[in-house]
């Protein structure tokens, strides 16, 4: 158990456009999902922290106008890159965790969003 | 203070040989180290994980070891294998704020067969 899907795999598009990254946890319920950017032999950065029916919390330094995420249903979190750029290519990771109070995050297989 | 400091950035290991990588940490509300393993193009895969109240845990082939005075915990891998070319991730996570993690900076390491 614990499987969380992450669709589109990769997606290109066009300077300006924006992008819809959908995060889902196939087999259990996840209060809290994080949206993280990880860009090419680094570390992982967190965007936002996720909770089921209340807005995201951003992390210093992004742009929640930008970064649109909501969070509608236990099983489900999405990503809107708005306006995107070619800056915004980078990989994005959803990871949801199980239950409130606990520690452990199970990530999805990530995004590839490249803009041109 | 909410760093978590990996090394070292990049490891090769003989096929049989035990990889060590190491991690270090400041804050002392961090309650919870995390190991991920993340193969190219893929998610992070949480690999093993452990609480300050025990000093080494092991799971299979991988063990970590926790200092809780020194702030320091690490990740053996006994019997290294070509299909361990990974990066590995430590990461620490607190017990307040919503349980968020920081990750380390992250290991490649490479196996040679």
């Not at chain 2, 070509?82 to 390491?109: E, H, M, N, Q, V």
């Amino acid at each position: 158990g614990a499987v969380v899907s992450q669709h589109p795999s990769w997606v290109i598009c066009k300077s300006g456009t924006s992008v819809k990254i959908e995060c889902r946890s196939l087999d259990f319920q996840a209060t809290t999902m994080f949206w993280y950017r990880q860009f090419p032999k680094q570390s992982l950065m967190l965007m936002a922290t996720s909770n089921e029916g209340s807005k995201a919390t951003y992390e210093q330094g992004v742009e929640k106008d930008k970064f649109l995420i909501n969070h509608a249903s236990l099983t489900l979190s999405t990503l809107t890159v708005t306006s995107a750029h070619p800056e915004d290519s980078s990989f994005y990771i959803c990871s949801a965790q199980r239950g409130q109070g606990t520690y452990e995050q199970y990530f999805g297989p990530g995004t590839r969003l490249t803009v041109t | 203070q909410q760093q978590v400091k990996q090394s070292p950035q990049s490891l090769i290991v003989q096929k049989g040989g035990i990889s060590i990588i190491n991690c270090a940490y400041e804050n002392t509300a961090f309650d919870y180290f995390p190991w991920y393993q993340q193969f190219p193009g893929k998610g992070p895969a949480l690999l093993i994980a452990i609480r300050p109240d025990v000093s080494e845990k092991k799971e299979g082939r991988f063990t970590i070891s926790f200092n809780k005075s020194a702030k320091q915990f690490s990740l053996h891998i006994m019997d290294s294998q070509p299909g361990d070319s990974a990066t590995y991730f430590c990461a620490a996570s607190p017990d307040t704020g919503g349980f968020k993690t920081i990750f380390g900076a992250g290991t490649r390491l490479f196996v040679k067969a």
